[in-house]
């Protein structure tokens, strides 16, 4: 779409140059003639910003009605889709409210269950004594480095969100303030979505977690799915790739994205989406 913002500053930049050319040209340029060819120069730019200021509300409006369009047909493509499918949501802080309303909104649409599995602490406040002291006596007779002890915790935090409802190493780091389940499923979940951060600078921290994360999904032969927002520009999609996903898509903030994954619950494994990571814009709809 057409930047406006840098037009006008290219504009402004124009004038400047103008009006210091007015100053200098005074002393050997006829005045009649210089302010005869400054106003065939004004008269230029307006027509030329008129015409690209329609032109950028004219794709603004064609971008809405693409909009209204996906909005209106998506019950087609995602509707009863995924029928008593249990799904398991892993996500941390810097996932934002609205990507994860999003999904949650979908699978609903395509008749899914879920639950929302949240990492507030993604280092799990290892630098603390206290905090390594106590996650230790979870493991009785074990001493761990800090490095293998979130290991072990990401380990057995996988263990428990895929097997029975009672969960009680979930709900010791839980009351520890560092996870947070909304809701707890009678049987294992059939599939887990792992969320890459969709902050402006995404921490190493949680992206070390979460490849952490798909690695023991996957130890444990648990169907896995790395998502991020497609306006991520620090992409982990690789990563998610290389740490054993069973696929991934790019633009989970998007229909098209939206709707890959329902398809791609479906069974339709692969890489969507829109960077290069990915083989296409979404799987086949059927």
Do not use: C
Request: proline letters at 3%; a negative charge; aromatic letters at 6%.
């Amino acid at each position: 779409m057409f930047d406006m913002r840098s037009y006008i500053v290219s504009l402004i930049a124009v004038f400047l140059a103008l009006g210091i050319g007015i100053l200098m040209g005074t002393v050997v340029v006829d005045k009649g003639i210089l302010v005869e060819q400054q106003g065939a120069l004004v008269k230029g730019l307006q027509d030329e910003f008129s015409s690209l200021r329609e032109e950028n509300n004219t794709l603004k409006r064609d971008l809405n009605a693409r909009n209204e369009f996906e909005k209106e047909i998506i019950s087609l493509f995602a509707q009863n889709q995924l029928p008593q499918s249990q799904i398991t949501i892993v996500t941390t802080n810097g996932v934002s409210e609205t990507l994860i309303s999003g999904v949650s909104n979908i699978l609903s649409l395509a008749g899914a269950q879920y639950n929302i599995f949240t990492i507030t602490t993604p280092d799990f406040d290892l630098k603390n004594s206290a905090t390594q002291k106590q996650l230790l006596a979870q493991f009785p007779g074990e001493l761990f480095s800090k490095g293998e002890l979130k290991k072990r915790v990401i380990r057995k935090v996988t263990e428990e969100l895929i097997s029975s409802p009672d969960k009680p190493f979930v709900k010791f780091l839980s009351n520890l303030n560092f996870v947070k389940l909304n809701e707890v499923f009678n049987s294992p979940p059939s599939v887990v979505i792992v969320f890459a951060e969709d902050e402006e600078r995404v921490s190493s921290v949680a992206r070390d977690l979460d490849i952490q994360l798909v690695q023991s999904l996957k130890e444990l032969n648990i169907t896995t799915i790395g998502v991020e927002s497609s306006t991520v520009t620090d992409s982990y999609i690789s990563d998610f790739k290389s740490a054993g996903a069973s696929s991934t898509i790019d633009n989970i903030d998007t229909i098209p994205g939206q709707v890959a994954l329902v398809y791609v619950l479906k069974g339709n494994n692969g890489n969507f989406g829109t960077k290069k990571t990915a083989q296409s814009l979404m799987p086949p709809l059927k």
